[in-house]
């Protein structure tokens, strides 16, 4: 399996402050998405970055790429208690066994009031 | 309103009973995918469906089975369900897969339990 890894698993962090969620891969990335989920419920989609974009940002959330680690990191800005949830990135495209979409093992987020 | 339905959304069911979960979407999506959830393990792929008649393998397809008769629907088959098919399923649909805005809308989530 090609599932990605991210890091920390669990981040817990005070009101205000910001939170910074890794994503890497061992192949090459391509579109790379992030979502949410809270306590087991549905994943909600917050932000795709392209395979050539090195920057992206979408009201408090920022996701930036480092080649040197081929990895996307996640920055959430004054993070909030209700921010509290599950965080996964996931990337999909073509590979030999067809269109995959692959998530990683998710981050934790536990945002302290 | 826009969005992914799953049924049931709680299953308790036997080792070789066979069930299906439904998957249905109103946004006439191509792209339509189910995932199974563990902890600590992420969302894998079972199966995905990048139109009506065509489906494919995902990383996770051993004893599951779906179809795609319908834009619209995508069924989940357990044949003989086992114990270690017990987890949390989700259901997903984007646009196109792969394309410019290929964000994919999830469903609730179906936890079944196989005893």
């Known amino acids: 399996s090609q599932q990605g890894e991210e890091d920390p698993q669990a981040l817990s962090i005070q009101e205000g402050e910001n939170a910074t969620m890794n994503c890497s891969y061992k192949?090459?990335?391509?579109?790379l998405q992030w979502y949410r989920q809270n306590s087991g419920r549905g994943l909600v989609h917050l932000i795709l970055?392209?395979?050539?974009?090195r920057e992206k940002h979408s009201g408090r959330l920022r996701v930036t790429l480092d080649t040197s680690k081929k990895s996307r990191s996640l920055l959430i800005t004054a993070s909030r208690a209700a921010d509290t949830a599950s965080y996964f990135c996931?990337?999909?495209?073509?590979?030999?066994?067809?269109?995959?979409?692959?998530f990683g093992a998710g981050t934790r987020l536990f945002v302290k009031a | 309103e826009a969005q992914v339905t799953q049924n049931p959304r709680y299953l308790i069911t036997v080792t070789g009973k066979k069930l299906t979960v439904t998957c249905s979407q109103n946004?006439?999506?191509?792209?339509m995918s189910w995932y199974r959830q563990d902890p600590g393990l992420g969302l894998r792929q079972i199966y995905y469906?990048?139109?009506?008649?065509?489906?494919d393998k995902g990383d996770v397809p051993e004893g599951y089975k779906v179809s795609r008769k319908e834009k619209r629907n995508f069924p989940l088959i357990l044949e003989s369900p086992s114990p270690n098919q017990t987890s949390l399923y989700f259901c997903?649909?984007?646009?196109?897969?792969?394309?410019?805005?290929?964000?994919?809308?999830f469903g609730p989530g179906t936890r079944l339990t196989v005893l």
């Open positions: 997903a649909s984007s646009l196109v897969a792969g394309g410019p805005r290929d964000t994919q809308y």
């Open positions: 192949t090459s990335i391509n579109n």
């Open positions: 970055i392209r395979s050539n974009e």
């Open positions: 996931a990337t999909d495209g073509w590979s030999t066994g067809g269109f995959k979409t692959i």
């Open positions: 946004m006439n999506h191509e792209y």
């Open positions: 469906s990048m139109n009506v008649e065509v489906t």
